[in-house]
């Protein structure tokens, strides 16, 4: 089987890479990732991968297997009656501030829902990485947003840059999957597959 990655993220290619199993990036433009607003917010990743999987399955030759991954940091409801919330790309720095003070002296879950499609099926499965953050000063917050401007990750944040090595002070779960894709687990599925 051929493994094709259906991701234009750096890191989604350089984990992957970290596996030593050849493959190809193949990208299809304007992919719809929106969800229904009611879905629980730990549902969000799984669903997004399925989706990118079902708008590439066209592109499929019998022998590509396909990866589809959507990862999301999720923060948990406050156990008075708010929901646990998904916190996605930031718009612009105000809301990259806005969500790491919001994660700051808290755990956060970082889900992955990856997807591996073939013509003939499909497994998936999801993976939560628990993530607590030491209490940050608006300063520091300041000084990573606009120096690492963070605006295309999930949660506003890369736990591979400084943040996380002033932020990060618990972590319970895969570290790789909190940069985007849980390559142990993968490379357990894909074993399945005889790759």
């Known amino acids: 089987m051929k493994l094709i990655l259906a991701s234009g993220s750096p890191r989604r290619k350089q984990l992957l890479a970290g596996l030593d199993i050849p493959f190809e990036v193949r990208l299809l433009p304007n992919i719809d990732e929106s969800y229904p607003a009611e879905l629980p917010a730990h549902d969000v990743a799984l669903y997004c991968a399925t989706k990118k999987a079902k708008a590439y399955l066209p592109t499929l030759a019998n022998d590509e297997l396909l990866i589809t991954a959507d990862t999301v940091v999720v923060l948990p409801g406050d156990g008075h009656g708010t929901q646990a ?52 000063t608006p300063e520091q917050i300041h000084y990573y947003v606009t120096h690492y401007h963070p605006m295309d990750k999930a949660g506003a944040y890369g736990v591979q840059e400084w943040i996380g090595y002033v932020a990060v002070a618990d972590m319970r779960g895969s570290f790789y999957n909190v940069m985007g894709l849980p390559v142990q687990r993968i490379y357990q599925e894909l074993k ?3 790759i």
Not at 98 to 104: D, N, P, R, V, Y
């Open 85 to 136: 919330r998904v916190l996605g790309k930031p718009s612009d720095e105000a809301e990259a501030e806005a969500m790491l003070t919001e994660m700051s002296g808290r755990t956060h879950q970082v889900v992955t829902g990856v997807c591996l499609t073939t013509t003939n099926g499909q497994r998936r499965f999801d993976v939560t990485t628990d993530v607590t953050f030491a209490q940050l």
């Open 192 to 194: 399945e597959f005889n």
